[in-house]
């Protein structure tokens, strides 16, 4: 480990791992990511009820002889409230945002609008995701095989130990990659 690695601060306080293993789902979901539901095919038509129906027409769905014939799979899920319910523990994936950008002296054909989300809010998506947890690095580290250097994630280059020298006792370094999948034609 680092030697300056951060620690935790605060006796008795839990940090943001220690408060997704709290989560009353959590033993769950490391079997099924999509816990309460039973599976993505399940997920998927609860986000699908949510979002185009009211909670009578959902409550009318779920009574149709197509979901409650024995030869499906039921559902986790038996009426509306339970529903939301089970959607409300569910993660909230941060809001697209858009902001109109005007130009001074050139007229565009087409509005132009710039598309975007909240880093901070992503960010705090990510973190708080349990999905991610394991899959998170904080201490930067050097891989040796026979004495040459190998370099696999970025937390292995030389750059991330060069940061944590800098950062204060206590601190840690906490790498994260902005990335806007734009495709060039």
């Not at 816990?35 to 129906?53: G, Q, T, V």
């Not at 559902?75 to 001074?104: C, E």
Request: hydrophobic share 35%.
């Amino acid at each position: 480990f680092h030697p300056k690695l951060g620690y935790i601060h605060g006796l008795g306080k839990s940090n943001t791992f220690e408060q997704m293993k709290q989560d009353d789902f959590e033993a769950m979901r490391e079997h099924n990511i999509y816990y309460p539901f039973s599976d993505r095919a399940e997920w998927e038509l609860a986000k699908f009820l949510c979002d185009n129906f009211n909670q009578g027409q959902i409550t009318r769905f779920l009574k149709l002889l197509w979901v409650v014939s024995d030869a499906r799979k039921p559902l986790s899920f038996k009426n509306a409230k339970q529903l939301f319910t089970f959607m409300d523990a569910l993660l909230v994936t941060p809001r697209w945002k858009g902001t109109p950008i005007h130009t001074n002296g050139y007229t565009t054909t087409h509005p132009v609008n710039l598309i975007w989300r909240d880093a901070l809010e992503v960010m705090h998506h990510i973190f708080n995701n349990p999905i991610f947890a394991n899959h998170m690095e904080y201490d930067p580290y050097e891989i040796n095989d026979n004495g040459e250097r190998e370099y696999g994630e970025w937390m292995s280059c030389e750059q991330a130990s060069e940061i944590q020298n800098q950062l204060p006792v206590g601190a840690t370094i906490v790498p994260i990659i902005l990335l806007h999948p734009i495709r060039h034609q």
